[in-house]
Structure formats: structure tokens, C-alpha cells
């Protein structure tokens, strides 16, 4: 009928009229000139006025004693001082915040001596002056079963007399020790000091008030979360209980100054009066631009996504700071299951994977550079295994193309074909099985999922591929070795803090192979590899540490257990009247550093 | 009618109670991940887990688990008469499940009622026009408008919507965009401030109701005016326009005020996808984040919350339909 | 001057499968105080004539309505919307077949009273609902105080129809026009019915269009009848010849097929054998003549006119065969004979070389 024509022209109009409106922020690809945060200076900022964070979620907690997620570091470094922390020019050399000075480590490695600085207070209503018996109670509550930190046994079980299972009630721990107010020490069970040492940056170290706080810490799980109290330049908003009225769970924060705070303690300038946080923003793109065309706005976690990057990265460059992430992503295959336990295959696949391709998928160049070894730039040990450049050792010939070399793959299948692994004449993957892989079923991962699957069909191999969100990913599924997942493509490890054991050892050592929260999804069991991490985990922070390190990354790099594709670049975005800094060790705007223009 | 009420109450419970046990049942075997695993964090010892475990109160059997869960969910005690029921604590953040859902329910409230009132006004006008000047340009006009409206995705327009009108990003900027809905208050204490950030969140939610709610007035009015009872109409010399009004529209309206209490029951559950485009914090959101990190509480609250509307509304609907069609009796 | 003169009506509807020519040339007079029955099965065009003659045939776009329809003069058709609302439910009423879906489910019946006498007459709601009450009164309804504000749901389907009758006449109207208003209540309340609408007819001094398929209805009520068939008058006669002398096979077909108290038990009845036409293909010829016994060659292709009985003026017939043919048959078929054999002996089949 004559009238269908007429619909179809609305309709048809309608949708021309959206893709136009989406694509009013295409651009070319010229992506020069966007600032990298690495070596940045640190510019002088103007007092005053305020700056609003955008996120999609929540902190995980305000309590440092549970804080985990990068987005609470965000907050929670702004409002709480741990002994060390990172200045925003420099992530690999910690700063004393809490502490005055540097620690001291006895010889035997099995003792850290550190002096508090005097002058700190908390925030209102607790008012009083930091003392060490504070920080002791910090690193003390951790090992309660009522304030749960992995980190606790992670980085701290070596302190003589730390719990190995959660305690009930808070724990007296006598390795933690109190000489006088100002003095901190910590005794250890092992030579383990430089670890310790460098993990005293974790939110844990930073005070907590045992007299306020223990009602809280006495209720299963712990209530402090909502009472924390503060020693940072700003705190969120409370009221005289110390009830934390600024927090709107998944809504809003509210940071006002801390009127307790003494900028001559400080290394920070803290230039903000006031920060909002507005929370909720589950689009990111719709989030994005609104920053970069607004005002006073900043990005709290979430990158914004690649179209809205290449926008930024075109029209918006000043607005615009790539950190690096200080994390490698990569593909793992699970050496325990048949055929990626010959390492031949293994490395055939890492041959034959086109790693541009995967980059693509995050949005190109400008997201990172390419990775072929697992541990990433600005942690020691990346410039002593060779830096960016690809390699050319030729035992690492499968690593050497960005863009995969298929001559190089068919070489591994065809060795590993002699090794009894059914494969055809022209090196593909003979086997009829399907291996499972698991992906996450959001963008960018998502599509980053379907590319390595592409790659690993290119040899021959058939996929069960499933997609689950992100969490499942981790605790059902890649994290639980008993899933017996075959392919894991939406994998990575990004730092907590910088030290290469702390980025090898969980990842790659056998030892470290748990049943559950699993961060070795290789599954990588190699005797002689574990024996150089445990034994180069004892050397004293310095130059041998860090090549002893670099050379255990070549090692498992030369077993290609999984296929490292990208060191993240973490774009970072603010609106134009921002001044914002980077914070290089978290990778998000540093808040006490950030300024209005 | 009193009768037909409490049965009806009586009814809601025995199906609440259902929905709690498989909704408890479902996300306790099959979750989405692990809780225990999303709090206890990278690397955590098994000792650790086993700790968050027993705080989580997992590691009783599964009946127990229900059983307790009961217990404080039903608003009576043996020792103390009644008492509030009690949704648990959120894994995730330890937060209790009600005060958060009673924090979150007056946004969804304010967009679903303002949603529905936008519909109601756009939706029924266009569905008597289009009736009336059936096969007409009027009417081919609002059809052809409410297929691109129940085609369009939610979402989709949520963005096309801000990407054309919002204040700060939009082509056009005239109406308040994503993240402009307040923190605190709501429509209903503070509704001078909060309906102007409602406005396009209003239109995106209406857009598909309306344009349903316009061809099944339309339909029903076709078919209402061919009754007899408007041929009598006519044939005793009213007015057309009370004969399409009066006799024509009083009757078609009838089932529209039944899918109405539907809507309106599932809307106040959460309207996820326009809460997540312009940022309400409603419980659409809330449930959507909590089954994502499998926080069973918050999942089991807030399928309740929306199971207990649907009961409620539907309860509301059929009295008040028994109050429009005196045929109606129970 | 007759009150109501309809004169070479025609009704096609314009559909996509063709034209429904629902009443194709139809006329027929009824004077003031008189009672014209019009006859015919479903489909022959009986209920689109009065329906049109409302005016309500004119909402239907795809309706092409040609003829006139005078009322005391004034042609409906060329009159306005405004001018033919003004006429429906005060000069001229209907009534219809089934009162329970006839009114309005939602409104009391003392509502929808009201708002037919105030729709007219310029008087207030507890005026308009004394009249009401008095209606219902005049109509049979005990308690009509009480009941005006039942339902209709409330009422049993004669109170119904009694009700519809209160409704229509409330206005006074000159002509009343009932379609098929016993057809959807049992026998005795039918009798009872039409007594009523008898009563009131000569009470009110109302005119009366009866509308029915069946004859019984109107032996009582009418003064002259009118026998439609596919859409047009096949007989028209007083009540008395029409029941007497009967000259079209079809009116001779329902006479036959109506049962009768003065007929032995168990005899059958005599339906008319086939099934009314499609309004869209009509057959060639005589409408009729594929259903009649005593159809001839030339039946097929002539369409026969509606013309006087030779002696009789007021008794008109549609039919090719000659009066006397007719009044032979009827003559026959009277003697018990059926249609087969009065065919014979009427020789009919033997003329058929001649002509």
C-alpha cells in the first residue's frame, strides 16, 4: 500500500537521525601530543574551589582496613595517610607520610624500624595526635575475622606472631611492636624485609583509633566502615558521633577539609576546598563526555570507552593524561589441561597471536604498548629484561612479532607434533575436543575475548566459548583451578604496589596456587622457576634484586604459559577548567594534587 | 468484597513466600559468582574464606540458611509479637538490605508515578484521536510514531534523548541530563527540584507505554464503539461527542485501568534501564548491581519489593475495577 | 401527507471484495397513527432501511446512499448531522433486538433515561427523571421509583426490552421504529411485548415500523406489511391480504414455514429450500429465482418490477408471472398440494415452450 513507503522513510529518518548524533565526535586518527603521566612535573595549583568525580560505582569501603579496589584508593588516599606513599612524579620511590623518615632494615632482613612523625590529628570528634599505638592497631585488626584483608597474611603473615587463620576479636600481635609513641617496629619470622618493607604503602598502615573504633571492630562484620576516622588534608563529611553523614552509599560522597590537618606535615598541597563525588554513572560514554565537555568534572573509575578516547584524544588533548597502568594483560592457557601442557604448543600460540589485533580492541595505540613479557613498565626489572622493544634472543623468536608470525607457530606445532601432540602436516592442531574458555561478557573485554579465540582457531583448536560477567569470571570459574578451564583471554595482573616478586610470585609460582581466588590461572608449576622466585624474593631491594627478577620474567616468558598482549595506558579525562594530576601509583586523578584553573 | 479482599491478602503471602524460597534456592546453587570470593579479594587464604564463609552464615545447610533467613524476614516472633521484618545485611557492604531499598524506592517511585502520568496524558488522547479519525492522517500519523516508539530500545532513546536535549552534552540543551537527579530528597519532599530532572527520564520511560497504551485504547474503542449500545446512543440523538465519550471511551477505558496497576507494579520493582541511563538511583539499579556481584540479601529484597508491588497492585486494580463495572461482583 | 415517505432507497456499501448493494430500490409510505411490518431474512435489507432512514447508516465511509426519505416533508437524507441528531430519539426512536447489550452495562437506567429526554427538552435532571419514572411506569414496570436506579444487568430480558421501549418513547416521537424487538426473548414475554408496544401504539398515537422475520409478529401489530428480500420489497399489502392472498412464492415460502396450532402434530415444516444471495453477485434476473419452484426461463435474465395487482392498488408484487398464475398457486398449494405439484398443475412448465 502506498502508505508503508512513508513509514519506512520516518523510521529510516529517525535512525540516520541517531547515527548522526553519535557520530558528531568522529575524528581522524592523529592521536600526537597526548600527555603521558610518566616523569610528569608536578605544576603548581590555585587555591580554592571545588571539583565533582564522576564514577559508575561505589569505594568498596572507607574503612583502610578493608579497602580494596582501586576507585576506593581514589578516596581513601585523599582522606587517610599511610607510613609511605607515592608522590604523583615518582611511583617507584615511596615517600614517608606517616613515617618521618625512611625505614630501617637490620641486617638479617628480619626487623623494619620506623619513626612517626608528631604533629599528625585526626579528624573530629576523635581530635587527638597520631601515636604508634595507632598504627599498631591498624595492622592489628586486619588479622580479625571482623575486618577480612587478604593482604594481611599476604604481605604482613611473616610478623612474629601474626595469625594465620582470621582471629577472633582483635589480636594482640608481638611483632608489632610500640617503643615509644613515636617509634614503630616490626619483627619477622623471615628474611622478608624488603616485601614488607615496600607493602607499608597498603591503605592498612594508615592509623586507626583503637578507643573509637573498637565497638565498632567488636561487631561481626566490623561497622567501622561508616565511623572511619580521618587523617588526611579532606574528610568525608560527619557528624559529632563520627557517623559518616557524607556517604551515600552508591549515590554521593561529600570531602570537606579536615580542619585537624597540618599542611606542614604534609607533602601535599591539597588545593580543593570541596570534593563531590557523584556516583551511579553507569554509562561511560554518556559519563565521558559530559567531563570533557563540562565543567569542573573529573573521572573517577571507569576509562572512557574508545570512541569517546579517540575523541579526546583528537579534540579534547588537553584534557586528556595516559598513566601507565603498571599492569600486563594477557591470554592464559592452563598448563594442567592436555594440549597446552606441552610447551611447545604453547609457545606456537603465542606465535601465531596477532597482538595489535587484541590492542585494537581496546582502542588501539593510544591504549598501551604492546607486551611480550609479564612484568610491565615502572616496575624494576621491566628496563633490566629488555625494556618496550620486542626481543631477539632466539629462543624467544615466538615473541617477536606484535603482529604474529605463522611460520614461527607452524615450527612449535610441528616440534610439538613430535612430541606425540596430534597435529596435522601443516602444523595445525589436530584434536577434536573443545576447550573451554571462559570470557567476560562486557565491552571492551568481551570483544578482546573474540579476537584470541580467532587466533587460537587460526591453528586449528575448537572453543567451547562461553561468556560470564566479570566476577564469575574470577570466583567461579578462571580463579577455581577444579573448573578446569582451558582458556582464559579476559586476564591480567596489575600492581598493588611496586616490587616485582609482588607481580611474580602469586602469578607464576606453583607455591602460589590456591583452590579458590586463584591468581596463577596458568596453573604454572615449574620447579626451577620456583625455586629462583623464593629465592630471589630474600635479596635486598637494589640492582641484583631486579635483575634477578628480570631474568626469572624471561625464563617464564620462554615457557609461554599465557600470551601477554598489552601494557595498559590508563586514560585519564577532566574538564577543561581542571587542572587535574595523575596519580601514577593508583592510575586515577590524584584529588589532594588536583586544582580548578 | 471485604471477603474477596483478605482472601486475596491471604493469597499474596502464601505467593510472596514462594517467590522468597525460589529466588533463595536459585542464587544460593546456580549464583552469578562466588561472594565469598568478590569479599575476600586476590590471593585470600583459604583460612580467610572460610572466615567470610561462616560470617555469611554459608556454611550452614541449606535449609538452615532458609530457615533463618525466614525467621527474620516474617514480621512476627514468638518471644515478641510482632516485630519489623528483617531483610538481612548486604554481602557486599554490610549495609541492611531495607534501609537501602527504603532509601532507593523513592526515586523509582517518583519515575515510575511521574512515567505513568506522562503516558496516561500522551497515550490516551492520541489513542481516542486516532479511533475517531481512524485510517486517517491523524491516525496513521500516531501509529506510524508508536511503532518507532515500542520498536526503539529503552536505553537507546535514554541516550539518543540526552545526546539531543541534555543540558550538558546535548544538540539542544533544554532538559537536565544524566546525573542531574539529586543525591538527597526526592520528588516528593522536594518536587520543585526533582521533577525538572525527571522530565527527560519521564519521556524516555513513557515513550514505549504511551505508544502501547495508544493502540490498545484505540483498539478497544473500535471495538466499543461497534456495540450496540453506542448504535442506541446514537439512535436516541446524543451528541457524538458524548457518544464517543460518554457510552464510547468510559467502557474501552475499563481494561486500560487493569494493565495500568501491571505496569505501574512491575515500574516500581525498577526501571533499570532508564535509572541506568540518566543515573536514578532507584531499585532497579540496586538489583541489578547486586545480582551482578551475586549479593544474595539485596537480591532477595529487592525480588520481593517487586514481587510485593505486582501482588499489591493487581489486589488495587481488580477492587477498583469492581468500583467501573457494576457487572463485577465478588 | 404521509408522516414517512421512502422513495427508491438504495444503500450500497463500497467494500474491497465489491459492492454490497444491502438495499437496492426500496419505497414505501406510512402515515400517521398506522403500523407498516417489514418481513424478510437475515440479509435482505430490512434493518439497513430503517437504520438509514435514522440516519445512521451515513457514519459508514464506505455507504453510498441514493433515494429520498421524506418525514413530514423534510428529507432526511440531504439533512445535516446536526438536524438528523436533533430528529433521532425525539421525532423518530428505534429500538433494537437485544436490550441487555442495547444499554449501556456502566449507567443506571434512570441515567440513561435522562440524558435521552435531556439530549431533547430543555429541562432538569429531577424533571427528566420524573419523566423517566413516569415511562417506566407507563411501560409495565412496577416500583419505577425504586428501579430507576437498578442496572441493567439487574433486570430480566423482557424488563430489559420494556425499558428500551420506555427510552425510545420518552420524547414523544412520531414514529417508532422496532427492529426485531421480540426476536431475543422467550415466546410469552414476546406476547407480552407486543401487547405493550400495541397499547402504547394507540395511547400515544404513535406510528409503528415493525421489523421482523417473522410473520406471526406482525399479524397483530401492523396495518400493512412489506415483504423484503435481497434488498428489496418482493410484496406489499395490507395485513389482511397479505395473510389472505399472498402473491409471491416467497411470501407464500414463510407462510408455509411458520407452524401452525390448527395443523396436526408431527407434520413438518416447510422451509424454502437454498439460501439468500451474496449482496455483492446478485443473481441475474429475478433475485429469487434460484430458490423459487415455479421459476421459468425468462426468470433469469428479466428483473421483474414491483407492480399493483391488477384490481388492487394498494397490493403490490415483484414477480414475472401473471396474477392469475399466482393466484392459482396459491390456490394449490392452499389445497395441500406442494410446490412440485402445484408447478404441474398450474402448467406452468408447459407454457414454458411458448414464451
Redesign the interface.
Known amino acids: 500500500m502506498t502508505?508503508t513507503p512513508?513509514?519506512v522513510a520516518?523510521?529510516a529518518a529517525?535512525f540516520a537521525?541517531?547515527l548522526f548524533?553519535?557520530a558528531?565526535g568522529s575524528s581522524s586518527n592523529n592521536t600526537s601530543g597526548v600527555k603521558s603521566s610518566a616523569g610528569q612535573k608536578i605544576p603548581q595549583g590555585k587555591q580554592g574551589g571545588d571539583v565533582t568525580v564522576?564514577s559508575a560505582?561505589?569505594v568498596?569501603?572507607m574503612d583502610p582496613g578493608q579497602m580494596?579496589y582501586t576507585f576506593g584508593y581514589m578516596i581513601g588516599y585523599s582522606v587517610n595517610r599511610p607510613l609511605y606513599s607515592f608522590k604523583p612524579d615518582n611511583a617507584t620511590k615511596p615517600v614517608p607520610d606517616i613515617a618521618a623518615s625512611e625505614p630501617q632494615i637490620s641486617s638479617d632482613q628480619k626487623s623494619i624500624t620506623i619513626k612517626l612523625r608528631t604533629g599528625v590529628k585526626f579528624s573530629p570528634p576523635v581530635n587527638r595526635e597520631v601515636q604508634c599505638k595507632d598504627i599498631k592497631y591498624a595492622m592489628s585488626r586486619v588479622f580479625s575475622?571482623n575486618v577480612?584483608?587478604?593482604?594481611a597474611?599476604?604481605y604482613f603473615g611473616t610478623i612474629q606472631g601474626a595469625p594465620?587463620?582470621?582471629a577472633k576479636g582483635i589480636p594482640s600481635i608481638p611483632g608489632i611492636q610500640c617503643p615509644d609513641p613515636t617509634t614503630l617496629v616490626l619483627k619477622l619470622t623471615q628474611p622478608k624485609a624488603a616485601t614488607v618493607a615496600a607493602a607499608l604503602v597498603m591503605p592498612l598502615t594508615m592509623p586507626v583509633p583503637e578507643e573509637y573504633a573498637k565497638p565498632f571492630d567488636a561487631k561481626?562484620?566490623s561497622?567501622y566502615?561508616t565511623h572511619v576516622a580521618f587523617t588526611g588534608p579532606y574528610m568525608v563529611k560527619n557528624d559529632a558521633k563520627g557517623n559518616l553523614t557524607g556517604w551515600?552509599?552508591?549515590?554521593?560522597i561529600e570531602l570537606v577539609r579536615n580542619p585537624n590537618w597540618d599542611k606542614s606535615t604534609d607533602y601535599r598541597p591539597a588545593y580543593l576546598d570541596a570534593i563531590h563525588v557523584?556516583e551511579?554513572?553507569?554509562?561511560s560514554?554518556?559519563?565521558s563526555?559530559?567531563i570533557l565537555?563540562?565543567s569542573h568534572l573529573i573521572q573517577g573509575d571507569g576509562a572512557p570507552p574508545a570512541p569517546v578516547l579517540k575523541q579526546a584524544a583528537t579534540r579534547f588533548k588537553n584534557q586528556l593524561v595516559l598513566v601507565p597502568a603498571g599492569g600486563t594483560r594477557y591470554v592464559a592457557m592452563n598448563t594442567k589441561i592436555k594440549p597446552f601442557d606441552n610447551v611447545n604448543v604453547r609457545r606456537a600460540v603465542f606465535a601465531i597471536f596477532d597482538r595489535n589485533a587484541m590492542r585494537l580492541t581496546r582502542g588501539g595505540p593510544i591504549v598501551g604498548d604492546i607486551a611480550w613479557r609479564y612484568i610491565p613498565p615502572g616496575i624494576p626489572g621491566f628496563d633490566e629484561a629488555g625494556g618496550l622493544n620486542p626481543p631477539t634472543d632466539p629462543s624467544l623468536d615466538f615473541a617477536a612479532n606484535p603482529a604474529g608470525d605463522p611460520a614461527v607457530a607452524k615450527k612449535y606445532m610441528l616440534l610439538a607434533k613430535q612430541q606425540g601432540v596430534p597435529v596435522t602436516a601443516d602444523g595445525k592442531y589436530a584434536g577434536k575436543e573443545k576447550l573451554l574458555t571462559i570470557a567476560t561478557n562486557a565491552d571492551p573485554g568481551k570483544k578482546s575475548a573474540e579476537v584470541a579465540a580467532n587466533q587460537f582457531e587460526k591453528l586449528g583448536f575448537k572453543l567451547n566459548f562461553r561468556e560470564?560477567?566479570q566476577?564469575?569470571l574470577?570466583?567461579?570459574f578462571c580463579?577455581v583451578p577444579k573448573a578446569q578451564v582451558a582458556i582464559c583471554p579476559n586476564v591480567g595482573f596489575f600492581k598493588d604496589f611496586v616490587d616485582p616478586e609482588s607481580f611474580i610470585n602469586?602469578t607464576f609460582n606453583g607455591e602460589?596456587i590456591?583452590?579458590?581466588?586463584n591468581?596463577n590461572w596458568p596453573q604454572l608449576d615449574d620447579p626451577s622457576i620456583n625455586k629462583a622466585i623464593d629465592a630471589a624474593a630474600i635479596l635486598a631491594p637494589g640492582k641484583q634484586r631486579d635483575e634477578a627478577f628480570a631474568k626469572i620474567d624471561l625464563d617464564i616468558t620462554k615457557l609461554a604459559p599465557a600470551v601477554p598482549w598489552l601494557w595498559d595506558k590508563t586514560p585519564l579525562i577532566e574538564s577543561k577548567d581542571v587542572q587535574g594530576v595523575a596519580d601514577n601509583y593508583s592510575t586515577v586523578w590524584h584529588l589532594s594534587f588536583t586544582s580548578d584553573k | 468484597m471485604l471477603t474477596y479482599i483478605v482472601r486475596r491478602l491471604l493469597w499474596m503471602l502464601v505467593v510472596l513466600l514462594l517467590i522468597s524460597f525460589l529466588t533463595f534456592l536459585m542464587f544460593s546453587k546456580l549464583p552469578s559468582a562466588d561472594p565469598v570470593s568478590l569479599r575476600a579479594g586476590r590471593n585470600a587464604t583459604p583460612e580467610l574464606r572460610a572466615s567470610i564463609r561462616h560470617t555469611f552464615g554459608l556454611d550452614k545447610p541449606f535449609f538452615e540458611q532458609y530457615r533463618i533467613y525466614l525467621a527474620k524476614l516474617v514480621p512476627f516472633d514468638a518471644h515478641s509479637g510482632f516485630k519489623p521484618p528483617d531483610f538481612g545485611y548486604s554481602y557486599q557492604n554490610n549495609v541492611s538490605v531495607k534501609a537501602q531499598i527504603l532509601d532507593r524506592l523513592p526515586a523509582t517511585a517518583g519515575l515510575a508515578l511521574g512515567g505513568m502520568v506522562v503516558w496516561l496524558l500522551i497515550g490516551i488522547p492520541v489513542g481516542i484521536i486516532s479511533a475517531i479519525r481512524r485510517g486517517r492522517i491523524e491516525d496513521r500519523v500516531a501509529m506510524g510514531g508508536a511503532l518507532v516508539a515500542i520498536s526503539a530500545p529503552v536505553y537507546w532513546l535514554g541516550l539518543v534523548a540526552l545526546y539531543l536535549f541534555s543540558k550538558d552534552i546535548g544538540v539542544i540543551q533544554i532538559f537536565d541530563g544524566a546525573g542531574s537527579y539529586p543525591n538527597t530528597g526526592s520528588l516528593f519532599n522536594s518536587p520543585f527540584t526533582v521533577a525538572p530532572t525527571l522530565f527527560l527520564p519521564w519521556l524516555v520511560l513513557a515513550a514505549s507505554f504511551a505508544a502501547i497504551y495508544a493502540r490498545f485504547l484505540r483498539g478497544n474503542l473500535l471495538e466499543v464503539m461497534a456495540e450496540d449500545y453506542v448504535r442506541t446512543a446514537r439512535a436516541k440523538g446524543l451528541p457524538e461527542r458524548t457518544v464517543i465519550f460518554r457510552h464510547g471511551v468510559r467502557s474501552a477505558i475499563t481494561p486500560i485501568v487493569t494493565i495500568l496497576g501491571l505496569d505501574l507494579g512491575i515500574l516500581l520493582g525498577g526501571a533499570i534501564l532508564t535509572e541506568s541511563v540518566f543515573n536514578i538511583p532507584g531499585i532497579g539499579r540496586l538489583a541489578f548491581d547486586s545480582i551482578q556481584k551475586s549479593d544474595l540479601p539485596t537480591i532477595q529484597g529487592t525480588v520481593i519489593m517487586g514481587a510485593f508491588f505486582i501482588i499489591a497492585l493487581n489486589l488495587v486494580v481488580d477492587v477498583v475495577y469492581a468500583f467501573l463495572d457494576p457487572r463485577v461482583r465478588y | 401527507m404521509p408522516l414517512l415517505e421512502v422513495e427508491d432507497l438504495k444503500v450500497h456499501f463500497h467494500t474491497e471484495d465489491g459492492i454490497v448493494k444491502a438495499v437496492d430500490g426500496v419505497s414505501y409510505t406510512v402515515e400517521s397513527g398506522q403500523a407498516l411490518g417489514i418481513v424478510g431474512e437475515s440479509g435482505s435489507g430490512k434493518s439497513v432501511s430503517s437504520l438509514t432512514v435514522m440516519g445512521l447508516t451515513r457514519f459508514f465511509t464506505s455507504a453510498r446512499i441514493s433515494g429520498s426519505v421524506r418525514f413530514n416533508g423534510k428529507d432526511l437524507l440531504t439533512a445535516s448531522d446536526e438536524e438528523m441528531r436533533r430528529i433521532r430519539g425525539n421525532e423518530i426512536s428505534m429500538i433494537f433486538q437485544d436490550p441487555l447489550s442495547s444499554l449501556h452495562p456502566f449507567y443506571r437506567i434512570g441515567k440513561q433515561l435522562v440524558e435521552a429526554i435531556q439530549s431533547h427538552r430543555d429541562v432538569s435532571k429531577a424533571q427528566a427523571l420524573d419523566r423517566s419514572v413516569e415511562m417506566l411506569g407507563l411501560v409495565g414496570i412496577p416500583e419505577p421509583r425504586k428501579r430507576v436506579d437498578s442496572y441493567p444487568h439487574e433486570f430480566s430480558g423482557g424488563m430489559r426490552q420494556r425499558v428500551m421501549i420506555a427510552m425510545a418513547l420518552a420524547n414523544d416521537p412520531k414514529l417508532l421504529i422496532a427492529d426485531e424487538p421480540t426476536t431475543a426473548l422467550d415466546v410469552t414475554v414476546q406476547a407480552q411485548i407486543l401487547d405493550l408496544i400495541q397499547r402504547l401504539q394507540s395511547e400515544l398515537d404513535t406510528a409503528i415500523v415493525m421489523i421482523t422475520h417473522d410473520l406471526g409478529v406482525v399479524a397483530e401489530v401492523t396495518d400493512e406489511i412489506a415483504v423484503m428480500y435481497a434488498g428489496e420489497i418482493v410484496e406489499k399489502a395490507p395485513k389482511d391480504t397479505i395473510f389472505a392472498s399472498p402473491e409471491h412464492p416467497y411470501t407464500w415460502g414463510l407462510l408455509r414455514s411458520i407452524p401452525r396450532l390448527d395443523l396436526p402434530r408431527g407434520e413438518e415444516l416447510v422451509p424454502i429450500s437454498g439460501r439468500p444471495p451474496s449482496l455483492i453477485t446478485l443473481p441475474g434476473g429475478c433475485y429469487f429465482h434460484p430458490r423459487c419452484p415455479y421459476v421459468r426461463e425468462r426468470h433469469r435474465e428479466v428483473h421483474p418490477d414491483l407492480d399493483a395487482v391488477p384490481g388492487d392498488s394498494d397490493h403490490s408484487v415483484r414477480c414475472l408471472l401473471a396474477s392469475d398464475t399466482r393466484k392459482r398457486l396459491w390456490r394449490e398449494l392452499q389445497d395441500g398440494k406442494d410446490p412440485a405439484e402445484a408447478r404441474a398443475t398450474a402448467g406452468l412448465d408447459a407454457e414454458e415452450v411458448a414464451s
Open positions: 502508505r512513508q513509514r520516518m523510521l529517525f537521525l541517531a548524533v553519535a558528531c564522576l560505582g561505589d568498596d569501603y580494596y575475622a577480612p584483608n587478604p593482604y597474611t599476604g594465620k587463620t582470621p561481626n562484620p561497622t566502615d551515600k552509599r552508591a549515590k554521593s557523584d551511579g554513572n553507569a554509562d560514554t554518556v559519563a563526555r559530559r565537555n563540562g560470564v560477567t566476577d564469575a574470577y570466583t567461579k580463579g602469586p602460589a590456591l583452590p579458590a581466588n591468581t
